[in-house]
């Protein structure tokens, strides 16, 4: 997904689990803007906040082995783990967490979501072919 936030603090880009839990995925910034995964296999917190009025892509795998946060095409983190993330009857929720709350301040273009983790040369290909193409306008 490409975003560009207009404000800091805590903002949900992706929520599929409850407010407060880590029943199933979520990535945020939180908080003031660090990035933030979550997931029932794991997660981490990176020191660094994304930049304002900006494009930044986004890209997190999962391949029942590691879990990868993709920063403009380039790892940012990794966790090793194991097993099937846990599958919640919850919408997905784009921008905000599952109780409405948490809003993302700015735009997103270019969210996808994929049954199976993608590649870094995939996610490549996809941040270039995204809505609008990699020259973004700001």
């Known amino acids: 997904a490409w975003v560009k936030p207009a404000g800091a ?5 992706l929520d599929k689990g409850r407010a407060g839990s880590n029943d199933a995925y979520m990535v945020d910034t939180h908080p003031e803007g660090n990035l933030r995964v979550i997931t029932s296999r794991g997660g981490f917190s990176k020191d ?25 095409g380039t790892v940012l983190d990794q966790v090793k783990t194991t ?8 919408p997905l929720h784009i921008g905000a967490d599952s109780g409405g709350g948490s809003r993302f301040t700015g735009v997103m273009d270019g969210v ?27």
């Open 48 to 72: 660094l906040t994304l930049p304002l009025n900006a494009w930044s892509h986004l890209a997190l795998t999962y391949d029942n082995a590691a879990l990868t946060l993709y920063l403009n």
């Open 83 to 90: 097993g099937p993330l846990t599958v919640t009857d919850l």
């Open 9 to 13: 603090g805590s903002m949900r880009i």
């Open 112 to 138: 996808m979501l994929w049954n199976r983790a993608l590649t870094v040369e995939e996610i490549g290909r996809y941040m270039l072919d995204a809505p609008g193409g990699a020259g973004r306008q700001n």
